[in-house]
């Protein structure tokens, strides 16, 4: 298990992708993020056709008919971009009159820009690294300090790289996307940029001793890159080679070893996987003092063919397609996503295995389990310390943290002592050293709070927390469940006023995601507090099915053919909310962003009876269409191929656009985008906003310019479209409640 990170941004509602901080699934977990749609909402923050007469439970677009909007896929069209601005003006116009909007945004940019917000920071050799935005830092400012620094109440912190002096220099609009530091020198690094915040970066040496560029070092040109050092004058590539080097989902389908002062055209090939591949990848993986190096051909979303460096040969890797791999010490790792069979016994979905890698390599199967999942339990994620593998379980959406220890060849399991209350998890600071953890804690409620201890002992100190950016008074957390469509019971949070009366009259926001195994867990928003929980609001976040909550099995439950479950169990949490008289249709809103944004769209087409209001963020809904747009592809592991026609059938009847209709009344919805976003196309939410129009439907749409998949490249920007979003919320549900005031 190699260097773990530990850089969480605190102005983001964490809709939390299972943390395994294994060196190796570190890396392959960002990589399915990157891939993925894990929208992380500051601050909550073949042609296609159609027939607008068709029912919602049908299929109503046929292959290879004409789509009248498609011209709005055009990213940077002038035609598409002069409808943006023109869709823009009308939104901000009204929006921005409401008395309720610059209050917002303010408060949303004093809380983004913060001096008090907990700096995060990652350690590598004798610095901790953390990445800063403020008023005073639009772009940002990388940065580090020492261990006694840190702990301090106000460290003295060294800045390393100022990205806004480095664009206003360079006269480019970088949006910082991290930097890949050498190991075990610790002086030199990747820093990987982006223009106005897509996916697509530029990745450049830097000299962490000089603190400037290296010349003639290694840079690599904008693209969708996978790189990572081998040894300082190494580094596995996948990258744009040029024609036919990237998969149909726009990732690398080759990656190569490029040695220092060679031309990247001279780097040799180490593996090709196909075009229909999602994406290769090449890790080294540095594990307390062994070194792993590895492959991934990712085949599809879900399942991977693996390989391991022995000497110059690469050694395939015997496990079921979609496990999950990683290392710690000299015993391989191996998550599992569905039920395995393997010398006369089965190992469920969802367990966490571990045996000794050399003797895997050579056929022995002899594993031991170090987590066993329940229907209720899972494994939300795992790091390590120098003597400690910490196990992070969820059970019934709450955290429990466990110390595991090999000794002599045996697994030894120890509970730790942590809050009884809210989202817990840790991270150990660095395995090669110590057995030193930063802790985490938040919920909705309370600030989150960063502590520092070691493993094997009860000291832990407190030494960051956030301020109480909200009036929490009053509120309180509860924790629910609504029966689904087919009988399955969902849980559910809900954090309100203490006492509020039953009457159907609460402004209620109910969010979800129910997509790629990943979790929505409770956590400290500052902004959904301010904007919404002060004005009176009640906060709603559902687990519905696709999610990670009760593990894969809980994800698989809605995955392709059975995605409706995942929309069925929205349904049934809202249904919940207003039976238990919470709220009421008018009083109901929604939101959720990406996959949560798809959600959403059929939500809207589904059960428009149920909503008032609808926040819908940088959305998939035109699902006849999305595996041709951007990394779409690489989402049919997900949804299905809309290009067969058996899984058209299953896909068709929820896809949003086709399935919206002129002859329904809709509750009022508002779309946001990014121009700049390279993930889920912006297309989607054009096209759908388009035809809502021509079908008379009264929608709002607002696209920044910049911002990637988040949205936003700065906090400025995450702020003015927070406000946007709480202000239409406010002004859709709270109209004739006294609390709604300005904040």
């Not at 400037?212 to 070092?217: K, L, S």
């Not at 393997?342 to 469920?348: D, E, I, L, R």
């Not at 209001?613 to 191929?641: H, I, K, T």
């Amino acid at each position: 298990m190699s260097k773990s990170s530990f850089q969480v941004p605190v102005h983001v509602v964490p809709i939390a992708v299972m943390a395994i901080h294994l060196g190796l699934w570190n890396k392959w977990a960002a990589l399915a993020t990157a891939v993925g749609l894990c929208l992380l909402a500051c601050l909550a923050g073949a042609t296609a056709a159609e027939s607008a007469g068709n029912s919602p439970g049908q299929a109503s677009v046929l292959p290879g008919s004409a789509d009248p909007n498609v011209w709005l896929e055009e990213v940077s069209g002038e035609r598409a971009l002069s409808w943006v601005r023109e869709q823009n003006a009308l939104s901000t116009k009204e929006l921005e009159a409401s008395p309720l909007f610059e209050p917002t945004r303010r408060r949303m940019l004093a809380i983004l820009d913060s001096k008090e917000k907990i700096p995060y920071v990652e350690k590598h050799g004798a610095y901790y690294y953390n990445f800063w935005r403020d008023d005073q830092h639009v772009r940002g400012i990388w940065r580090r300090t020492s261990l006694a620094e840190f702990r301090k109440a106000a460290p003295n912190w060294e800045t390393v790289l100022d990205v806004d002096l480095l664009a206003e220099t360079e006269k480019e609009n970088w949006v910082w996307k991290g930097a890949d530091v050498l190991y075990p020198t610790y002086d030199r690094c990747l820093v990987v940029l982006s223009r106005g915040g897509a996916d697509a970066a530029a990745v450049r040496e830097f000299d962490l001793t000089a603190k400037e560029f290296v010349p003639g070092g290694f840079y690599l040109p904008e693209a969708k890159s996978d790189v990572g050092w081998r040894d300082r004058n190494g580094l596995y590539v996948g990258t744009d080679f040029g024609p036919g080097s990237l998969t149909a989902s726009g990732y690398p389908r080759i990656v190569k070893e490029w040695r220092r002062g060679t031309a990247l055209s001279q780097a040799k090939v180490v593996f090709e996987g196909t075009t229909n591949d999602v994406s290769v990848s090449a890790t080294v993986d540095h594990d307390h003092g062994r070194t792993y190096e590895f492959v991934r051909r990712g085949v599809t979303f879900f399942t991977s063919e693996d390989f391991i460096r022995h000497g110059d040969a690469w050694v395939h890797i015997d496990k079921p397609a979609d496990a999950i791999l990683g290392t710690f010490e000299d015993q391989l790792v191996l998550k599992l996503r569905s039920d395995w069979s393997v010398n006369g016994a089965t190992f469920p979905a969802g367990a966490l295995l571990a045996c000794d890698l050399e003797a895997y390599l050579k056929g022995e199967r002899k594993f031991e389990m170090l987590f066993t999942p329940t229907e209720r339990k899972s494994l939300a994620g795992m790091s390590a310390t120098k003597s400690y593998l910490i196990l992070n379980e969820l059970d019934n959406v709450r955290n429990r943290l466990y110390a595991l220890q090999l000794r002599q060849g045996r697994w030894t399991r120890t509970l730790i002592e942590t809050p009884g209350f809210g989202s817990v998890t840790m991270n150990g600071i660095d395995p090669d050293e110590s057995d030193d953890y930063f802790m985490t804690v938040t919920d909705f409620l309370t600030p989150s709070s960063l502590w520092y201890g070691t493993l094997g002992s009860t000291n832990r100190q407190q030494i960051k927390s956030l301020p109480a950016f909200f009036e929490t008074k009053g509120l309180e957390i509860s924790q629910h469940q609504a029966t689904s469509k087919d009988g399955t019971k969902v849980p559910y949070f809900q954090v309100g006023r203490r006492g509020a009366p039953l009457d159907g009259n609460n402004p209620t926001l109910l969010y979800g995601y129910g997509g790629f195994e990943i979790s929505m867990l409770p956590t400290y928003s500052a902004g959904m507090g301010s904007a919404w929980l002060e004005r009176g609001g009640t906060y709603v976040l559902a687990n519905i099915r696709g999610g990670g909550e009760f593990g894969p099995k809980w994800h698989e439950a809605a995955r392709k053919q059975n995605r409706q479950r995942a929309y069925d169990d929205f349904i049934a949490v809202a249904e919940d909310l207003i039976a238990r008289r919470v709220t009421s249709p008018a009083r109901l809103g929604i939101q959720g962003g990406s996959n949560g944004g798809l959600l959403m769209g059929v939500m809207l087409t589904e059960r428009p009876d149920l909503f008032k209001a609808v926040v819908c963020q940088v959305p998939l809904l035109d699902m006849r269409r999305f595996n041709q747009l951007l990394a779409g592809a690489s989402w049919m592991d997900e949804y299905g191929n809309p290009d067969k026609p058996e899984e058209w059938a299953y896909i068709g009847k929820y896809s949003p656009y086709q399935n919206v209709v002129a002859e329904k009344t809709y509750p009022r919805v508002l779309f946001t985008t990014s121009t700049r976003d390279d993930r889920v196309h912006p297309g989607h939410a054009r096209k759908m906003v388009a035809r809502m129009k021509e079908q008379g439907h009264n929608v709002l749409y607002y696209e920044n310019i910049e911002g990637g998949h988040g949205g936003a490249a700065n906090n400025k920007q995450a702020a003015y479209m927070s406000a946007l979003a709480y202000t239409f919320l406010a002004q859709e549900l709270m109209q004739g409640k006294a609390a709604a005031a300005q904040p």
